[in-house]
């Protein structure tokens, strides 16, 4: 039986920065144009992170009796180690994910914005298919897009619009910064995993671009929340505190240089999460003092 750190370790704490970071940006973006309501972001921060922690131990649980999970490197598998019964792992999933629809359908009705529900159901999907079912698209290469949509637009604007009912271009660069952070952590997470995926034939984006396509793709990835930092600026000075997470970006990228392989680009995933809460909270502390 698996003991309480291993079910901690299971819900891939270094990655709960990919839900966090998107909320306070789509609550900074609200805040700018006087939309922000405390209880809604709260609501809309428990839909995140449970989201997300049903999603890991998804994955955990799918790709360990697929066996992909035989001969990985990098963070603890309930599944592939072992440790737990795998219709165990599969409960805390659906757990997880039943939060995450309280706490939407309440966020729902206090906003009343009921088409969202649709919005919901659509990332609940998502998020079990990414690995589950018979033919989950992140073993056909789309895993990196819907880390795009869903931890980018979807978790900044959707934070927006149920508190505003706008979409601003200041929330629309942010969600693009977010989605950007977001794939750089999924491309530094398959670059890592190449050798293991081509062996379990599961297909990424980065075992079809290759080693040095993906390290390439990578620092274009993490640029991209710079340039949007330069540009939200023109509007609001103090947003280039987002600056700030460029030390944590460099030591990511510095290693993706070098061409650090397996455990040794784990450190990247660490980086890089960090990179994105930091400038998670930076450019909306900036916007909400502006």
Same mark, same amino acid.
Request: charged share 15%; glycine share 12%; net charge positive.
């Given at each position: &039986?698996?003991?309480?750190?291993? #079910? ?11 839900? !966090? ?12 144009? @006087?939309?922000?309501?405390?209880? #809604? ?12 922690? $049903?999603?890991? %131990?998804?994955?955990?649980?799918? @790709?360990? !009796?697929?066996?992909? @999970? ?11 180690? $072992? ?30 914005? %009921? ?7 659509? *990332?609940?999907?998502?998020?079990? =298919? %990414? ?16 880390? =795009? ?11 927006? %619009? ?15 910064? &977010? ?48 340039? !949007?930092?330069?540009?939200? *600026? ?27 392989? $397996? ?12 990179? &994105? ?14």
């Amino acid at each position: &039986m698996a003991t309480v750190a291993q #079910w901690v370790s299971g819900t891939r704490p270094r990655t709960l920065p990919n839900s !966090i970071a998107p909320v306070l940006v789509g609550a900074g973006a609200a805040h700018h144009i @006087d939309g922000f309501h405390l209880t #809604w972001t709260l609501l809309a921060l428990v839909v995140s992170v449970a989201l997300q922690i $049903g999603v890991n %131990y998804a994955n955990d649980y799918s @790709d360990g !009796i697929r066996g992909t @999970d035989a001969h990985r490197v990098g963070p603890f598998r309930l599944v592939g180690s $072992g440790a737990a019964n795998p219709k165990a792992v599969r409960l805390a999933a659906f757990a997880a994910l039943g939060v995450a629809a309280v706490a939407g359908l309440l966020l729902v009705v206090l906003s009343g914005r %009921y088409w969202m529900i649709a919005f919901g159901a659509v *990332c609940l999907a998502a998020a079990w =298919f %990414y690995t589950g079912g018979r033919k989950p698209y992140g073993y056909s290469g789309l895993g990196e897009l819907a880390v =795009f949509l869903f931890f980018g637009p979807a978790a900044v604007l959707g934070t927006l %619009y149920v508190q505003s009912g706008e979409i601003t271009g200041i929330g629309i660069g942010g969600a693009v910064a &977010m989605g950007a952070f977001s794939t750089g952590v999924m491309i530094a997470n398959s670059l890592r995993d190449i050798p293991t995926d081509v062996r379990a034939g599961k297909r990424t984006l980065a075992t079809t671009l290759g080693d040095r396509d993906s390290r390439r793709l990578y620092l274009a990835l993490v640029a991209v929340p710079f340039v !949007i930092t330069l540009a939200v *600026c023109l509007r609001e000075p103090l947003a280039l505190l987002g600056f700030l997470a460029l030390p944590l970006v460099v030591l990511g990228a510095r290693r993706v240089v070098k061409g650090d392989k $397996g455990r040794d680009l784990i450190p990247v995933l660490r980086d890089t999460g960090l990179a &994105m809460l930091v400038w998670g909270i930076a450019v909306p502390a900036a916007l909400v003092l502006g």
